[in-house]
């Protein structure tokens, strides 16, 4: 290449190829990925030198150079010889551009490796020729399935360890095939390879007598990307629709306001109607902005920003999408989940879901089955635990604009966050909405909650009294309603042991089941709110999570958290059923405090000290803070 | 990739939609600004990210006062031309204690100057989302970091404990004490950089283009003497060389390379030809082994 204008015309029209490397442990992936850039010419003479170095002092091949240690990064990695978390490393051909991500192979980090995974166009799968198609092997091939990769190659690597043998490598190649056989995958190539000895890497010198086929970079620099969602089943006009998420409203002063978003299907030009989702109102486009310039059109994947002929109302986390052809709304759906987080996951829990720019409570419904990955086999759960992948029904508490994954990846990946601490704990993929919010109605009823109130004359509140067994909850509990009742309050206590014996007798004492068991109550209580009482809930209700739960399902006003602060020591002092020495002994599982964890409030709205304070001292505390008249 | 733009055109588009991710999820961010070629084009994403907008975050350059003469020249031109706020931070205590990479170990006066005067001013400002133009070809362990990256109470950083970051869904919620660090360049390289710079007529220090500059060696290094306070050996004359730089820091522990450098085109081709990676030219990186991991745990940008 002699100018720089013919340097930067052949930049110009490389396109980059994003793809990933997994695989079993100890398969070669960070070997290959540093076999690949030294071929290719993308390792420098100073990080050659420092590989030399540190061959000699970590190496696991005598007297070569051990080309994992210019991808395995991390200290710890060099140590131990594994990959942790993903490295991206950058090469270029002549044909192409590179990023690659190289995942580790050890159980515990899967979810590195779906991290990586979900930005990828392409899998390559290392297979150890001595060892075949691990457990590992499967685990990550449906990763990539399930992250929506269509284009896979496996590389059998290690093939100069058995003597560059064919059948090895016909049997590998046709195990493989009859895993793959259920999935819909556009181009799989299966290449017999060495990293460490550099066969078959960047061209193929007939070292390998039996393979005819191109060398790993002969393969990767000539293939035709499709990507998901480049789904042949979809239609063309149903894939490349406009929708554009907007991220943020831009308004430097009265005279613009624009709204800012990347496409991430189709294309917009000057004039298109459009419409607003979830509001459903219609506007058309005055102009597709970018930087100082107004380029009156733009296509997938560009950031831009619009500006609409009428003042509508749009703000972060709506979708601007082609008038004709809107993506749908729902609130229940079908999903794949695979779930990250050593707390496992609890259906019924509330969790943040995270999609394109919406954020919403979410909760699982059911989870249909697990899946044995190994195997694929459907398992019946009641949750789940890390790295595990299941297909569950999830429902959110508003509705929320999608498309299934399998026509537009951006619109249909989701993460789920933790609500106490904000920890990334799950991600998946929507496949079908359960039912279209629209069918959905809420009965409006003649008489409301304020008319009910007025009537009695009270507002009404919930007083949700948590703490653990023995703290004196109840009694307090019972005491206010005594009060209240005597001043002409219409009232109604709901006591946790009471509601076991009726409404919640199905259910144990599992965190799963203590989650349903607050749900549950918690409905009840909104019901009776709604109908105009005084609700005091008396319950142990031991999670963070599912207070905060309750507390979102009720106005600010209405609720009140009352945390009966007596220490475990007094409450089992007094046990006064029995069930501390029950739980010591062992004849109770599953005992708050004991064997299963109390979360105290960290902003109860009022606090009760029982050592200190007799109950009907308590008693008129609450009644202090309330305001019920 | 299939797409329809070119690979500056996606790679900028990516950086737009992380800025504006970043700032969405802000209560209190700023931008690291080091004067350098990846601060410059840093500069230009945020400015289109918002445009007409003025970008909704100030600029702060963390200074340990040994940076080159033109770079403190420059970096009061684009705050002017920028209308950005910029702010300065020193580590004063280090200064008193005439912390010099002359006298201490780079080792020392880069926690000093560097890291502990980053945390300082992370303290004093109250930061949430610190966003800087750190990429991963640049290093083996910001190979490995996220986009997103999460510091805990002390502003360390657990590789072993990094959030999943799927798709283009960044969960920016941060626990109490935490602080978030975006990387929009992550995915950039060096060449991607300057291609960039070219593309978009970026100005930049004059330091990145070749010219006559009076030069010493240092351990196998050229060392420009930027100012009097490098300590000359007896007889020792500082040579006039044609140099550049390939990255800018502060200017005893940055090494120049010789080149007849001097427009943005020949940088360019001369950066596809490259034999060496670009932070040999930083002493600060090979000091120990692991050395970077070893700073980005402690709080190093």
């Known amino acids: 290449m002699k100018n720089i204008s013919e340097f930067l015309l052949n930049q110009y029209q490389k396109k980059t190829l994003r793809l990933i490397t997994c695989g079993s442990v100890d398969d070669g992936k960070s070997t290959l990925i540093g076999r690949l850039l030294h071929e290719s010419q993308n390792v420098f003479e100073d990080q050659l030198k420092s590989l030399e170095k540190d061959s000699e002092k970590f190496g696991t091949h005598k007297n070569e150079l051990d080309f994992s240690l210019l991808v395995d990064g991390l200290k710890a990695e060099r140590e131990q010889g594994i990959t942790i978390d993903v490295a991206y490393r950058f090469f270029e051909t002549e044909h192409r551009r590179y990023i690659v991500a190289d995942t580790p192979g050890h159980e515990q980090y899967t979810r590195n490796m779906a991290t990586a995974a979900s930005n990828a166009e392409l899998a390559i799968l ?49 195990d493989f095939r009859n895993l793959v056989l259920d999935h819909d995958l556009n181009q799989i190539q299966v290449i017999p390879i060495s990293a460490t000895k550099g066969v078959n890497i960047t061209e193929n010198d007939q070292t390998i007598s039996f393979y005819s086929g191109p060398s790993l970079l002969e393969y990767l620099d000539q293939l035709q990307i499709r990507n998901s969602s480049n789904n042949l089943k979809v239609p063309s006009s149903q894939e490349s629709s406009f929708r554009m998420p907007v991220q943020r409203v831009i308004r430097p002063d009265e005279s613009y306001r624009g709204f800012s978003g990347r496409i991430a299907s189709g294309s917009v030009s000057n004039g298109d109607l459009v419409k607003i989702l979830p509001s459903g109102v219609q506007s058309s486009v005055r102009s597709v902005d970018f930087w100082k310039n107004s380029i009156s059109n733009a296509s997938k994947n560009t950031s831009i920003t619009l500006t609409l002929e009428d003042e509508v109302d749009v703000s972060r986390g709506d979708v601007i999408c082609a008038y004709e052809d809107p993506p749908e709304i729902a609130d229940q759906f079908q999903v794949d989940l695979i779930w990250m987080s050593k707390e496992p996951l609890i259906p019924g829990r509330q969790y943040l879901m995270r999609l394109h720019q919406q954020e919403v409570n979410a909760q699982v419904t059911r989870i249909r089955f697990k899946e044995e990955i190994e195997t694929g086999k459907h398992l019946a759960a009641e949750t789940l635990e890390m790295n595990e992948i299941a297909q569950i029904n999830l429902s959110t508490n508003r509705p929320v604009v999608f498309e299934p994954y399998s026509s537009n990846r951006l619109m249909g990946g989701f993460i789920i966050i933790d609500k ?35 009537q009695k004359m009270q507002t009404p509140k919930c007083l949700w009294f948590t703490g653990l067994s023995g703290s004196g909850k109840s009694t307090i509990a019972s005491l206010v309603e005594k009060k209240l009742h005597a001043d002409g309050i219409h009232t109604y206590l709901l006591d946790g042991d009471n509601i076991r014996h009726g409404l919640n007798r199905d259910l144990g004492f599992t965190n799963e089941d203590r989650v349903e068991n607050m749900r549950r109550i918690s409905e009840v209580a909104k019901l009776m709110v709604d109908a105009g009482l005084i609700v005091i809930v008396s319950f142990i209700s031991p999670f963070r999570a599912e207070r905060q739960m309750v507390r979102e399902l009720f106005d600010p006003s209405e609720f009140l958290e009352i945390f009966v602060d007596t220490p475990l020591e007094e409450c089992e002092r007094r046990d006064t059923k029995g069930l501390y020495a029950k739980a010591r002994s062992g004849k109770l599982k599953n005992f708050t405090g004991i064997d299963s964890v109390y979360e105290p409030p960290e902003s109860a709205e009022i606090k009760l000290n029982t050592i200190t304070s007799k109950p009907e001292k308590c008693v008129d505390m609450i009644l202090e803070k309330i305001n019920i008249f | 990739m299939d797409s329809n733009l070119s690979h500056l055109e996606f790679l900028e588009a990516e950086s737009i939609e992380i800025i504006r991710e970043a700032i969405a999820g802000a209560k209190n961010p700023v931008m690291l600004y080091s004067i350098g070629k990846d601060s410059s084009v840093m500069l230009q994403l945020a400015l289109k990210s918002f445009y007409p907008a003025s970008p909704p975050l100030p600029l702060l350059h963390v200074d340990t006062t040994w940076k080159f003469k033109e770079m403190y020249n420059f970096r009061n031109q684009i705050a002017r031309d920028s209308g950005m706020e910029l702010l300065v931070h020193t580590n004063q205590e280090g200064v008193k204690a005439g912390i010099s990479p002359f006298t201490h170990s780079s080792n020392y006066y880069t926690d000093v100057m560097k890291t502990q005067a980053l945390r300082q001013v992370l303290e004093i400002g109250g930061y949430d989302v610190i966003l800087g133009g750190a990429r991963r070809d640049e290093e083996k362990s910001r190979a490995k970091e996220r986009v997103f990256s999460f510091r805990s109470e002390g502003h360390n950083w657990d590789p072993k404990a990094q959030r999943p970051e799927l798709w283009n869904l960044y969960n920016t919620k941060l626990n109490n004490g935490q602080t978030m660090r975006v990387f929009p360049l992550s995915n950039w390289t060096e060449k991607d950089v300057w291609q960039y710079l070219l593309q978009e007529k970026i100005s930049i220090v004059p330091l990145y283009f070749a010219k006559e500059r009076p030069i010493v060696y240092r351990n196998e290094t050229l060392i420009m003497v930027d100012d009097e306070r490098i300590p000359l050996e007896t007889g020792e004359k500082p040579q006039m060389k044609s140099v550049r730089f390939r990255t800018l820091g502060c200017y005893p522990l940055t090494g120049a390379i010789e080149s007849n450098a001097s427009t943005l085109e020949e940088i360019v081709l001369e950066t596809m030809k490259a034999k060496t990676s670009e932070r040999e030219g930083r002493l600060i990186d090979s000091d120990e082994a692991g050395s970077m991991e070893k700073k980005k745990r402690e709080g190093y940008f």
């Not at chain 1, 799950?426 to 809420?442: P, V, Y």
């Open chain 1, 126 to 174: 290392l297979v150890d020729a001595q060892k075949g198609i691990l457990a590992q092997t499967r685990r990550h091939y449906r990763i990539v399935t399930l992250m929506g990769i269509r284009n896979l190659v496996i590389a059998v690597n290690k093939m100069d360890l058995v003597q560059y043998k064919e059948n090895v490598f016909q049997k590998i190649d046709s």
């Open chain 1, 420 to 454: 106490m601490n904000f920890d990334t704990v799950g991600a998946g993929i929507i496949k079908f909405a359960l039912r279209r919010s629209s069918n959905i109605h809420w009965q409006k009823l003649q008489v409301n909650k304020v008319q009910r109130a007025k």
